[in-house]
């Protein structure tokens, strides 16, 4: 079986992450296949010395900043992330090298007989995901890779990730996401996420909304799992509520510093490649992660975390692929997440006009977010990524939004709305590529850049 062959053997499965009844599917997710087939591969997870990372925002980002350090700190760290915005490759990968064509043939090649045996089970057809979560156990232990970092895919609680025993879990900010999945309110969310919490396993828990809090507080008690959390990262004379930007030369931001305080140590000006509060948020809940790996005894020098967190290579948040005009592209597809870009936008960069090229999927909350991009953008084209069954029409969001945002038009092509934007804007204006990391990654494409 060669690279292509692999691909479309596993594309032959079903995808949640494109599923247009996402959310209709939940009786599908359990952890019975995924075990099952773990075990005919000979459990491979269990050879491994795991991160795993679960929350509603900034876990892959934690994964990414968490990974890097690890990295530099002499480990050899594996990274397992989702979605991916280019190839499937970025899903799996090695001191930040994505796994080869070649490996990803050979691993397919080897769990195909395992996964067409689960698939006839009495638990149902294994799926996309479970299929690329056990490829890359396999390939991590395989490679004997001194950590891995895994980011859970959906939730925590029945995502197929949850199978392994960590060494250090981390759960980022919660929000109310994929609610008709996980619950309606904070706890309920926070009970599905807590589950990656293991008996006597630390977490590092970012800042969460107080009902969130209580179900994190009550479940690691439980399990005697001792707590690390960020808030206690941030003292007075320490604070992430002023991070300072760095711009260079042309005046453009191109990475923040800020100062945290630990209880092992402190780190004046750190500095990440990554704009917005929110990424010093997620810097300091990798940071509380790495502590917990500390008080077990891992080596993790000083001088690695800063060059981990300066070196790391993380496409699509906030990334600028452009300069005159500027352009941005950004995954945000949620009101928090789109608050979070508006923001960032509008405090790190200087620009006279601003265009939104927007997608977004069908399960998010439509009215809401462009409530929120109306404050912001000038202008607004609404597209849509084509080969997405879960993709919004274009033509819904023009509709809804129709009224609401300033200047509007509807362009379905993806190509063809970021050429329009192109097209349109002066060297002074920006324009913003977000609402879907399918589209971001369409725009990767486009302009021929990536970085992972």
């Keep these: ?129 479970e299929i690329y979560t056990a490829l890359a156990f396999s390939y991590f232990a395989d490679k004997a890779t001194d950590f891995a970092v895994i980011e859970v895919g959906l939730g925590g609680r029945l995502d197929a990730t949850n199978v392994v025993t960590p060494v250090t879990t981390v759960i980022t900010q919660i929000g109310l996401e994929h609610t008709t999945i996980l619950g309606e309110t904070y706890s309920e969310i926070a009970s599905e996420k807590a589950e990656i919490i293991k008996h006597g396993c630390p977490l590092a828990l970012a800042p969460q909304h107080p009902e969130a809090q209580v179900v994190f507080e009550k479940i690691a008690k439980q399990r005697n799992a001792p707590i690390v959390e960020v808030k206690d990262f941030i003292r007075s004379d320490f604070s992430t509520s002023t991070p300072r930007i760095v711009y260079n030369i042309d005046g453009l931001p191109v990475a923040q510093h800020f100062d945290v305080a630990t209880n092992s140590d402190r780190y004046p000006q750190l500095t990440i490649p990554l704009l917005g509060h929110h990424q010093c948020v997620n810097a300091i809940t990798a940071l509380a992660g790495l502590e917990c790996l500390k008080r077990q005894g891992y080596v993790i020098p000083k001088a690695s975390v800063y060059a981990g967190f300066k070196n790391v290579q993380w496409d699509g948040r906030i990334q600028r692929i452009q300069s005159a005009p500027i352009v941005v592209l950004d995954g945000a597809h949620s009101p928090v997440s789109m608050k979070v870009l508006c923001r960032t936008l509008r405090e790190s960069f200087r620009y006279d006009q601003m265009t939104f090229v927007v997608s977004l999927m069908q399960d998010k909350n439509l009215t809401e977010i462009g409530n929120i991009v109306s404050k912001t953008a000038d202008t607004v084209i609404a597209t849509q990524v084509s080969d997405n069954r879960r993709v919004m029409p274009a033509e819904t969001i023009g509709n809804a939004w129709t009224g609401t945002c300033r200047k509007l038009r509807v362009c379905p092509e993806p190509e063809k709305a970021i050429a329009k934007a192109l097209s349109d804007a002066a060297p002074t204006d920006l324009i913003c590529i977000t609402g879907s990391f399918y589209l971001v990654g369409q725009a990767l494409k486009q302009f021929s850049v990536f970085n992972s």
Excluded at 24 to 32: A, E, H, I, V
């Design 1 to 129: 079986m060669d690279y292509n062959a692999a691909l479309a053997y596993i594309e032959e499965f079903i995808d949640y992450e494109r599923s247009p009844d996402f959310a209709r599917q939940t009786r599908l997710y359990n952890l019975n296949r995924i075990s099952l087939l773990l075990e005919q591969l000979g459990n491979p997870q269990d050879r491994l010395r795991v991160v795993h990372i679960a929350g509603s925002k900034g876990k892959g980002s934690t994964a990414a900043l968490i990974a890097s350090v690890l990295t530099r700190a002499g480990y050899k760290t594996g990274l397992f992330t989702s979605p991916h915005l280019i190839t499937p490759r970025e899903r799996c990968r090695i001191d930040n090298d994505l796994i080869s064509e070649l490996d990803v043939a050979f691993y397919i090649d080897k769990l195909r007989p395992a996964i067409d045996a689960v698939s006839t089970s009495e638990f149902g057809r294994v799926s996309f995901f």
